[in-house]
Structure formats: structure tokens, C-alpha cells
């Protein structure tokens, strides 16, 4: 059998794909979005827009954003993921332990890429991730916070690595 060629050492290397953003706003109104950009007072979004995917997505019912979220991380709906509101029937809030399916950013981690989450509703306490991870409880919470030690508030929960580091992602 013939053997395969040598790679030529000259040639580059396939480039690195381009970094994917997931950008979320919680109760969002498109209508106002489209008029500001259209008005030209969101040139950002509209950048966006133009070089992007703008989308409306259609919701989960009953409309509770722990659960939109948590399918938008993972893919599955309440029965796939079990994040069924804010609070279990026991009145104590749901976490992401309690979520029974893999969110995007830990598959792309095992994957082997880079990640950066920020503020994600259902994130604490941060679970390890190829990258950083600021919980919802550290970016809905921080400065707020008003005993720093409260085990259930610790930066080293709210994120991960437990001390951010400031560096570039891409």
C-alpha cells in the first residue's frame, strides 16, 4: 500500500475557529431593540445584527426564566433538565447541581475550548470549566453582597477559577 505523504512542515495550520457568543437578555422587548437600532442608538446591536444572528426564540411554559435558561443551556426542556421554576417544593432554591443535563459550556470545555460564562441564571455554585465561570450569584450579587463570609455567597463558589483572573479569552 502506498503510503501517505509527509505533511509538509511549511504549510500552516488549520486557523483557529472564530469564538462563538451566546449573548441573553432577559426580557428583552424586540420591538423597543429594533426601533433603537434602527434610530441608530445601538450601533453595537446592530453591529451585531448585521454580522450575527438576531433571532426571537419561542419560550417554555409556564414563562419562569430559571427554566428558559437552563433549556437554553442545555438543550432540553424541564423534563431534561429539572429546573422546574425557582424553588423545589421544599421552598430551597434550585442550583446547578440540580441540573440533571450538561449545559453547552461544559461540553465545549470537555471539547477542549475555551469558555467564559457570566451571570448565568442557574450557574452557582460554578462548576469547573476549561476558562472562567462567574456565577449568577457573584454578577446578580456583587458589590450587594453584605457579609462576604456567608459560605453560600464566597467568591471561590461563585466562580471558577475561585479567583478570576482578568486575561484574554480568545
Do not use: C
Not at 453582597?145 to 484574554?168: F, G, L, Y
Amino acid at each position: 500500500l502506498p503510503s501517505e505523504p509527509e505533511p509538509d512542515s511549511t504549510e500552516s495550520s488549520s486557523p483557529l475557529p472564530a469564538p462563538v457568543v451566546l449573548l441573553g437578555m432577559d426580557g428583552l422587548d424586540r420591538v423597543m431593540l429594533d426601533r433603537l437600532m434602527e434610530s441608530g442608538e445601538l450601533p453595537h446591536f446592530q453591529r451585531l445584527a448585521d454580522e450575527g444572528i438576531l433571532t426571537d426564540l419561542s419560550t417554555t411554559r409556564p414563562i419562569l426564566s430559571p427554566i428558559i435558561w437552563t433549556s437554553i443551556a442545555t438543550g432540553y426542556g424541564v423534563d431534561g433538565h429539572g429546573i422546574a421554576g425557582w424553588a423545589r417544593s421544599d421552598g430551597s432554591a434550585f442550583t446547578s447541581l440540580d441540573i440533571s443535563a450538561t449545559p453547552i459550556w461544559s461540553l465545549a470545555s470537555d471539547a477542549g475550548l475555551q469558555v467564559f460564562v457570566a451571570g448565568w441564571l442557574m450557574s452557582w455554585p460554578a462548576r469547573e470549566v476549561r476558562g472562567q465561570m462567574l456565577t449568577d450569584r457573584l454578577v446578580l450579587s456583587f458589590p450587594m453582597n453584605k457579609d462576604p463570609e456567608d459560605e453560600s455567597v464566597a467568591i471561590s463558589q461563585r466562580t471558577h477559577p475561585s479567583t478570576p483572573q482578568q486575561k484574554d479569552m480568545f
